[in-house]
């Protein structure tokens, strides 16, 4: 199904969409629609009549429109079709917003790794817990809200684990831990998701560390998608998850006793529609 349309349409108003700052008149104020500064648009087809393109994005029930600056404007003698037309349109559109976005194609979405981080935590000595992270992953989703089905993969660098302490970190680099020299990577992989209602809540998976692989659940806290707070027209979909493993199961068995077996995991995601919608058409 299509999720993205555009429709060329007249507008009757008595605000003059040429004029004003940056961004056009919305129906919908938190898209930012681009009306294409420094294009040649049209003059109305007469006062308060302005040619015009609607945007939809079916999955988020949004809806807005910019300047037309290339579409063919229309014949004086066809006038009352198109306004005919217009009218259709609207009428269309006001149903088309209704639609539900569980009912778009399974989309892709790329991790935003400036926003996503997998922490540990463990057991030392019986006294407190020390925390790690990695500063480096990738990777991709893709969310069928329709099916209720999902996959993902995460690649995480293994060298780049941060615990606060540059002695410790090289430690955990070797081959008693993470032997990052032979194992550059870790992996997460996972084509079960769980969703409860258009919420995900869970993802079974595999872990691959040091070569080894073994089933992992990340059980997600939260999860949203929608438009970006801040890049109001690049679609995002993003939450916080959990997992807990035993550390000999990847063949980390250095230490026992003054480290502890159970490792809980904790990940931050963002992760960015792939092939950004912005007004125009053109993806990023």
Same mark, same amino acid.
């Given at each position: 199904?299509?999720?993205?349309?555009?429709?060329?349409?007249?507008?009757?108003?008595?605000?003059?969409?040429?004029?004003?700052?940056?961004?056009?008149?919305?129906?919908?104020?938190?898209?930012?629609?681009?009306?294409?500064?420094?294009?040649?648009?049209?003059?109305?087809?007469?006062?308060?009549?302005?040619?015009?393109?609607?945007?939809?994005?079916?999955?988020?029930?949004?809806?807005?429109?910019?300047?037309?600056?290339?579409?063919?404007?229309?014949?004086e003698?066809?006038?009352?079709?198109? @306004?005919? &037309? +217009?009218? #259709?349109?609207?009428?269309?559109? !006001?149903?088309? *917003?209704?639609v539900?976005?569980?009912?778009? %194609?399974?989309?892709?979405?790329?991790?935003?790794?400036?926003?996503?981080?997998?922490?540990?935590?463990?057991?030392?000595?019986?006294?407190?817990?020390?925390h790690?992270?990695?500063?480096?992953?990738?990777?991709?989703?893709?969310?069928?809200?329709?099916?209720?089905?999902?996959?993902?993969?995460?690649?995480?660098?293994?060298?780049?684990?941060?615990?606060g302490?540059?002695?410790?970190?090289?430690?955990?680099?070797?081959?008693?831990?993470?032997?990052?020299?032979?194992?550059?990577?870790?992996?997460?992989?996972?084509?079960?998701?769980?969703?409860?209602?258009?919420k995900?809540?869970?993802?079974?998976?595999? @872990?691959? &560390? +040091?070569? #080894?692989?073994?089933?992992?659940? !990340?059980?997600? *806290?939260?999860?949203?998608?929608?438009?970006? %707070?801040?890049?109001?027209?690049?679609?995002?979909?993003?939450?916080?998850?959990?997992?807990?493993?035993?550390?000999?199961?990847?063949?980390?068995?250095?230490?026992?006793?003054?480290?502890?077996?159970?490792?809980?995991?904790?990940?931050?995601?963002?992760?960015?529609?792939?092939?950004?919608?912005?007004?125009?058409?053109?993806?990023?």
């Amino acid at each position: 199904m299509c999720q993205k349309l555009k429709f060329l349409a007249l507008i009757r108003t008595d605000f003059d969409p040429f004029m004003g700052s940056a961004a056009p008149t919305q129906l919908n104020p938190s898209i930012d629609w681009n009306k294409g500064q420094g294009v040649p648009r049209y003059p109305p087809v007469e006062p308060g009549v302005y040619p015009v393109i609607i945007h939809v994005d079916l999955r988020s029930n949004l809806i807005g429109y910019s300047i037309a600056s290339q579409a063919p404007m229309p014949r004086e003698e066809n006038l009352m079709k198109t @306004l005919i &037309l +217009r009218t #259709i349109l609207i009428a269309g559109l !006001l149903g088309v *917003i209704l639609v539900s976005p569980a009912q778009a %194609a399974p989309e892709k979405f790329v991790i935003d790794s400036t926003h996503t981080y997998p922490f540990f935590e463990i057991n030392h000595l019986g006294w407190s817990t020390m925390h790690g992270f990695f500063r480096k992953v990738r990777g991709t989703a893709t969310l069928d809200f329709t099916a209720k089905q999902g996959s993902a993969e995460i690649i995480i660098d293994a060298n780049s684990l941060d615990t606060g302490d540059p002695a410790r970190d090289e430690r955990l680099r070797d081959e008693d831990f993470f032997a990052v020299a032979q194992y550059p990577t870790l992996t997460f992989k996972s084509d079960r998701f769980t969703f409860n209602g258009d919420k995900l809540v869970k993802a079974d998976g595999q @872990l691959t &560390l +040091r070569g #080894i692989s073994q089933p992992v659940t !990340l059980n997600f *806290i939260q999860f949203k998608c929608g438009f970006h %707070a801040l890049y109001k027209i690049k679609y995002y979909c993003a939450g916080d998850a959990t997992a807990t493993l035993n550390r000999s199961d990847f063949g980390i068995t250095a230490y026992p006793g003054a480290i502890g077996e159970q490792v809980k995991l904790s990940i931050e995601v963002e992760a960015a529609q792939e092939g950004q919608f912005r007004a125009g058409g053109s993806d990023n």
